[in-house]
């Protein structure tokens, strides 16, 4: 039992070039969220999807596209990547209420942009 | 959700208890108190949540005061481990599928030798 999964760790992009973030979870859960984290601060919510076939914004969800995949995956994509994009990301799931504000948390990716 | 407040630092020393402190004055009356983790670098980590009693698991026990405007987190025997950025989320019981966690700067605790 994995949890929840992420690749890459680490990557390094020049601006203007896109890549997508992976994510997987075997927890059976419904729920998968993508968040960022800028030095210092705390979690931003990106895009989260509450059941598959479903996607939601979430408080930063400009420069980013996500795809709920199946159930287990939920990809996060960049487009053209700017500096400012330079972050932590992680990704989480959750199960069903009563358990919806359970989120399991992946191990993140650092993505810097040059 | 309503706003929390939590100090910026805190020291403890390794094997004593670890009490971590929350303000949530504004908190309504179904409105529960979350407490997550981050050690560093990587993703948080859920340790408890309760809405008007005294919650403890294996990790932590949560006490929240009778008129729900503050909280405490308490590490009983806090080890160099333990040692992480601790967030204080207070949420609205969600009851659909998905839920909009708010995380703030959080608490970071320091356990010494």
């Known amino acids: 039992n994995a949890g929840v999964t992420q690749t890459p760790k680490f990557q390094v992009l020049k601006t203007g070039q896109s890549m997508t973030l992976q994510c997987a979870q075997d927890?059976?859960?419904?729920?998968m969220y993508w968040y960022r984290q800028d030095p210092g601060m705390g979690l931003r919510l990106i895009y989260y999807?509450?059941?598959?076939?479903?996607?939601d914004k979430g408080e930063v969800p400009n420069g980013y596209n996500v795809s709920r995949l199946n159930k287990r995956e939920f990809s996060l994509r960049l487009e053209s990547a700017a500096p400012s994009q330079t972050s932590v990301y992680f990704c989480?799931?959750?199960?069903?209420?009563?358990?919806?504000?359970?989120?399991?948390f992946g191990p993140g990716t650092r993505l810097t942009v040059l | 959700d309503a706003k929390t407040t939590q100090p910026t630092s805190m020291d403890c020393a390794e094997g004593r208890a670890a009490n971590l402190p929350c303000n949530h004055s504004?908190?309504?009356?179904?409105?529960?108190v979350y407490w997550y983790r981050q050690i560093h670098s990587q993703g948080p980590q859920y340790i408890i949540h309760?809405?008007?009693n005294n919650e403890t698991n294996e990790m932590a026990s949560l006490i929240i005061t009778e008129d729900r405007k503050s909280s405490t987190l308490i590490l009983p025997h806090a080890t160099l481990r333990d040692t992480a950025v601790y967030y204080c989320?207070?949420?609205?019981?969600?009851?659909?599928?998905?839920?909009?966690?708010?995380f703030g700067t959080g608490t970071r605790l320091q356990v010494t030798l």
């Open positions: 989480a799931s959750s199960g069903d209420w009563p358990y919806t504000d359970t989120q399991y």
């Open positions: 927890m059976n859960h419904n729920s």
């Open positions: 999807s509450a059941s598959e076939g479903t996607t």
């Open positions: 504004t908190i309504s009356g179904n409105e529960y």
């Open positions: 309760g809405l008007k």
């Open positions: 989320i207070v949420r609205l019981g969600s009851t659909g599928t998905a839920s909009k966690l708010t």
